[in-house]
């Protein structure tokens, strides 16, 4: 279900056609930025007429929704992928971080996607898409995690965790690699410390 279409494709063709004015939109936000993003822009990008991306979006506000949107999913779900059977609790926070530096370094790497995730993140109501995807980050993270912790309460724990996973993720996407790598390496460090502490 998607908070910044008006619809979903159905079809192939239409799924296909979707997907090119997102990408569309996500290379003109990287090339242009937020001040000279129109519809007109990524449906020329696109070679499509405006009309076809009026069908599945709104306003230019919706379309860089969307192309967030898109984005934070993907990441949720390589993230799903990632975290499905970790043999240990080692594992489970070592494929964490791996997750969060290969995150960062795409984010590095899509300046477009990254420019529709601070958008959505400065904007109230398309905000709720970031909410969202913390949550299904969390149900993930407590997933892997209670197994090898199931006298700790993790809800409380892995929420503020997840949260702060996300916004770790694309705030290092806006660093350097260098220091990006060393804030990633200092969450895992205190992520370690927080699980071994006993519940209070």
Do not use: W
Not at 4 to 13: S, T, V, Y
Not at 147 to 163: A, G, I, K
């Amino acid at each position: 279900m998607s908070r910044c279409l008006r619809r979903l494709p159905q079809q192939e063709r239409s799924r296909l056609r979707l997907a090119s004015i997102l990408d569309a939109g996500r290379e003109l936000l990287a090339v242009e930025g937020l001040n000279r993003f129109t519809i007109s822009d990524v449906a020329r990008l696109a070679e499509l007429p405006p009309s076809s991306v009026y069908e599945y979006v709104s306003s230019e506000r919706m379309l860089i929704g969307a192309i967030a949107e898109r984005s934070i999913s993907q990441m949720t779900e390589e993230l799903k992928v990632q975290m499905a059977d970790p043999a240990s609790l080692d594992q489970a926070l070592q494929l964490m971080s791996q997750s969060m530096l290969r995150s960062a370094a795409a984010y590095r790497a899509d300046l477009g996607a990254l420019r529709a995730i601070l958008f959505i993140e400065a904007d109230s109501e398309l905000a709720q898409i970031s909410i969202d995807e913390i949550r299904a980050y969390s149900e993930v993270m407590h997933e892997a995690l209670s197994s090898f912790l199931p006298l700790l309460e993790l809800d409380p724990t892995v929420s503020l965790l997840t949260m702060l996973f996300g916004s770790l993720v694309v705030s290092a996407g806006r660093l350097p690699q260098p220091e990006s790598d060393m804030l990633i390496e200092e969450f895992d460090r205190i992520v370690r410390l927080v699980i071994s502490q006993p519940a209070s």
